[in-house]
């Protein structure tokens, strides 16, 4: 073959050797692009970070309340319509909350399809120590005010102790639950079935 054969035109050479870098910087744009969107998804499979509002953890920390509030008030009106003494009586409200707290998420997820097993560890690792925080809060103050647990039914001042009660583990409670949202734990992890 000739040296004449051989031979590129320099016009022809500049096109490939700028249609070389071109395609070499849209590769690189493109592996940036998959890095950027990896990093994305990075810290997303890692919880909010430090983006979570008050008002995520507020509807996270009533959420907890609402089945805390059910079982707490059952065993407080059971216990106190028996007669019992306060350390039933509690016994019998934490249990309740726990239960009624667990089942309120569990129907949550289970309509997200998951099997019954898996719903109940998913309460467990959502709701167990937002409701441990609560009831600790909320019978003790039930504890503190004067007469509220001998009260009867019918008195002012057991429901008005109780409504009390609730109020103080929720302003308490609902920083904790940030907290913990924030790192992925506590109801940040049911959140990916919510949606």
Known sequence: MSTHDQHVPP???GRQSDTGQHDHAGHHHMEH???HHAGHGEGAAHGHG???SWGMAAQATLHCLTGCAIGEVLGMVIGTA???PNLPTIA????LAFFFGYAL???GVLKAGLTLRAAFKVALAADTVSIAIMEILDNGVMLIVPGAMHAGLASPLFWGAL???FLVAFV???PINRWMISRGKGHAVVHQYHH
């Open 105 to 107: 998420t569990m129907r």
């Open 172 to 174: 308490l409670t609902t």
């Open 92 to 95: 019998l409200a934490v249990a």
């Open 163 to 165: 409504a009390f009660a």
């Open 33 to 35: 692009d998959h890095a």
């Open 11 to 13: 016009s022809e050479a």
């Open 50 to 52: 430090g983006t979570v």
């Open 82 to 84: 028996l007669g019992w």
